[in-house]
């Protein structure tokens, strides 16, 4: 059972790259979310959301695009990478209907780099 | 600045102690709070979730206390384990049709 998969797990690129890091889930989770970690900062919310085609922005969602054209992916574009951006990226899923609350189901993280 | 914060960034205790880690919140309007724990290389992984009616509940090992009056969270962790060892980190949903917001999190450090 595959859960939730982030891909690729490692990447390393450079400044002004566009980088798209991708996120798959297997359970029809109605949400989908995008954090970012970083030391000293804990886990900050990029993007969420709610079903396909509709999204929403989090906390820090200067830099990046999302998009939700099918309820299973919700990937996370970087259009032009800056070194801010250098992070370990973790995607989320919740199967909760009316709010946005409830277990999040995180995939392993996708680690990026930008030199 | 942050809605969610621990008092602690780390933590050191010893085999078989029982561990607690505290976690402050802001928002007196937050109805629904969960402990995460994530192991070093992988993504948070639920313990134990709380909503705001309630004072106290029990997991298997854990016990998580929402004091609503000072607006604090503790996760308890009976008979810690080396396997315990790992970031904890505390999350609020502040309102209806928000996502959750994380605090910083706490390093918890199991000695044998």
């Known amino acids: 059972d595959a859960g939730i998969t982030q891909s690729p797990r490692y990447k390393i690129t450079e400044t002004g790259r566009q980088v798209t890091l991708m996120c798959h889930q297997t359970w029809s989770h109605s949400y989908m979310f995008w954090y970012r970690q970083d030391l000293g900062h804990g886990l900050r919310l990029i993007y969420y959301?709610?079903?396909?085609?509709?999204?929403d922005k989090g906390e820090v969602p200067d830099g990046y695009v999302v998009s939700r054209s099918k309820t299973e992916n919700f990937p996370l574009t970087l259009e032009s990478a800056t070194r801010s951006q250098t992070s370990v990226y973790f995607c989320?899923?919740?199967?909760?209907?009316?709010?946005?609350?409830?277990?999040?189901?995180f995939g392993e993280g996708s680690r990026l780099t930008v030199l | 600045g942050e809605s969610v914060g621990l008092h602690l960034p780390t933590l050191s205790v010893q085999e078989g102690d029982n561990s607690i880690i505290n976690c402050a919140y802001s928002n007196s309007a937050s109805d629904y709070f969960i402990w995460y724990k994530q192991e070093s290389g992988k993504g948070p992984q639920f313990i134990i979730d709380i909503r705001s009616n309630m004072d106290k509940r029990q997991g298997q090992r854990v016990t998580v206390l929402l004091n609503k009056t000072v607006k604090h969270l503790s996760l308890q962790i009976a008979a810690t384990q080396p396997g315990d060892s790992a970031v904890y980190f505390c999350a609020e949903n502040i309102q209806a049709g928000t996502a959750l917001i994380f605090g910083k999190g706490t390093t918890l450090s199991v000695s044998s």
């Open positions: 959301s709610a079903a396909a085609d509709i999204t």
């Open positions: 989320a899923s919740s199967g909760t209907g009316d709010r946005v609350v409830g277990e999040l189901f």
